[in-house]
């Protein structure tokens, strides 16, 4: 048997340093994971001992985690726009700079539409932005959209887990997608990272997420030319685009939404950090 303590002072001394991770963090998360614990009973039960399957199982996922696996798909958890989201191997984990695209469609929604606004989400992933939308906007009805087959499977239980009733996951391809259905918002968080600059991301992103979540293509910018296109069959009438792009995109996607002719206004927001992040047109 061993302490909590010393299960703390072993995970430190086998995670290491590095840029994109916070050893002491991990090593309690990892632990607050096995114990369905909350940190600060880590704490206050420093010599409370732990089972044998626990350490074993402890020691195996912080050297994962030092190995450069993503400590959310260690724990399956990562808070976005303050929901608890099940995450897991195989889909992109959400980031709190996706938070400005999400809060941007509320702001236009609230101030743009009265009654039912219908809401299509392109490339949903673990169903954040759906499910965040389909949450906060309670006359939505959002469907949301993935080509793969774990997306869409976390994707569901994230519906589950937030019980919503207004929101369904389609598998399909947008590059193939036909529907009749007209929506009042598409919304994405595109694949948008040039193809060669992979590879030089760190660990956590460039073995361990999945490359279809990332691979924009040559220049980054395949997913953007074909939402306007689906955009331009799919919309309402006073319709909205919203994406998020990569904070050196902003005048290339700002190029492509003026050469649909489709937008009578096209704006650009900032995140948190003061980098361009949302393109936003308006029909």
């Given amino acids: 048997m061993v302490t909590i303590e010393k299960l703390i002072k072993d995970g430190l001394d086998i995670i290491e340093q ?92 609230k101030k743009k539409y009265n009654n039912k606004i219908k809401i299509l989400d392109l490339g949903t992933g673990s169903g954040a932005i759906a499910v965040s939308l389909a949450y906060y906007l309670k006359n939505s009805v ?10 869409v499977e ?12 207004n929101i369904k996951v389609i598998k ?14 598409i919304v994405s968080n595109p694949p948008y990272i040039e193809r060669d600059t992979i590879k030089r991301l760190q660990t956590e ?17 395949d997913y953007y030319r074909r939402i306007v296109e689906l955009f331009a ?20 996607v700002e190029e492509i939404f003026l050469n649909s002719k489709l937008f009578k206004e096209i704006k650009t927001y900032k995140d948190l950090s003061g980098k361009d992040r949302v393109v936003c047109g308006m029909t």
Avoid: W
Avoid at 142 to 148: M, P
């Fill in 154 to 165: 976390t994707a569901n239980i994230n519906i589950k887990r937030h019980n919503l009733k």
């Fill in 172 to 185: 399909a391809n947008i590059f193939d997608f036909i529907t009749r259905e007209k929506f009042h918002i």
């Fill in 142 to 151: 959002v469907t949301a959209l993935d080509i793969s087959e774990k997306s």
């Fill in 18 to 109: 590095r840029e994109f991770n916070s050893p002491a963090l991990d090593v309690e998360l990892i632990l607050c994971y096995l114990l369905q614990k909350d940190r600060i009973y880590l704490h206050l039960n420093k010599k409370t001992q732990v089972s044998q399957d626990i350490k074993d199982k402890f020691y195996e996922l912080v050297q994962k985690r030092n190995e450069g696996y993503p400590l959310q798909y260690i724990t399956n958890s990562q808070e976005f726009m303050d929901l608890n989201f099940y995450v897991q191997e195989g889909v992109l984990i959400p980031r709190p700079d996706t938070e400005t695209l999400v809060e941007k469609v509320i702001e236009i929604a």
């Fill in 205 to 221: 992103v460039s073995v361990y997420e999945p490359r279809l979540a990332l691979d924009g293509g040559e220049d980054g910018l």
């Fill in 233 to 252: 069959e799919l919309h309402e009438k006073k319709g909205v685009l919203v994406v998020e792009i990569g904070y050196e995109q902003k005048k290339s």
